[in-house]
């Protein structure tokens, strides 16, 4: 099983691990990382407006993501499952699960990334906040940049088990997958219901929904059980609190929160 996800906005400060820049970047993102990574770091320490504009930074947060932003290759690192906080992360809770869980997480989960690319939970970042719509002198849009590099190197990570799509559009339109894959692939829409009574993608309990499905479907994997179909997802959706699964549409799966 793969689940692929989004990255968050929202990060955990710190790190023990060592900079990105003291390290050789290898394997076939390596080169295209270090290129976007100094990109990013020039961008940040340049013009104030025009790094603000580049990386779409609200104003409240616009200091500190880019002096995190300026320092990506120098500063601290730690586990990408472990610096990827707010709603999807705290929902999925790596801290809390037990060992063989966060063993599970570390080699199943996928994390598409404005700046990386795309990340194995265990892989090492720093701070940062680069969007998939981020615009970089030279490089152009970060997702449009990544795109021909992940039509490559994705489809090796992606083992031979089901794969559980949980990401959000601008994350999805950086990799598709080719018609291989497709036929192990499930997307995951979550659905909740909306003042004017109908069901809806709400975005806060659509990334808490998907946080718990994720802890729900790594702990049936570390106790042995095979996530193999939307049967399998469904059945896991409903066993940590979801309303109802509808997966009557080949490839696609809607969970409904209520």
Excluded at 28 to 44: E, F, I, K
Excluded at 187 to 206: E, F, K, Q, W
């Amino acid at each position: 099983m793969r689940l692929l996800l989004p990255p968050s906005e929202a990060k955990r400060s710190g790190g023990r691990g060592r900079s990105l820049g003291g390290r050789e970047l290898s394997g076939p993102l390596g080169a295209p990382r270090l290129q976007l990574l100094r990109a990013v770091a020039s961008a940040a320490s340049s013009d104030r407006a025009a790094a603000v504009a580049a990386f779409h930074l609200p104003p409240a947060v616009a200091a500190d993501a880019l002096a995190a932003n300026a320092r990506v290759l120098d500063s601290a690192t730690m586990p990408a499952i472990r610096r990827y906080a707010g709603v999807l992360y705290d929902a999925l809770g790596f801290e809390q699960l037990p060992p063989a869980g966060q063993r599970v997480a570390a080699r199943s989960v996928l994390i598409f990334s404005g700046l990386f690319g795309v990340l194995s939970g265990h892989e090492a970042i720093p701070l940062y906040r680069v969007p998939a719509k981020a615009s970089l002198p030279g490089l152009g849009i970060t997702s449009t940049y990544w795109r021909p590099v992940l039509d490559e190197v994705v489809p090796s990570m992606l083992g031979t088990g089901l794969i559980v799509d949980l990401r959000s559009s601008d994350y999805a339109a950086m990799w598709r997958p080719a018609s291989a894959v497709t036929q192990r692939l499930l997307s995951v829409r979550v659905l909740s219901s909306a003042p004017d009574g109908r069901h809806r993608v709400i975005s806060y309990p659509s990334k808490h929904a998907k946080g718990a499905l994720c802890a729900e479907l790594i702990r049936r994997v570390a106790d042995g059980q095979q996530i193999e179909s939307a049967r399998d997802v469904g059945e896991a959706w409903l066993a940590c609190g979801g309303q109802h699964a509808d997966t009557s549409i080949p490839g696609h799966i809607d969970l409904y929160t209520s």
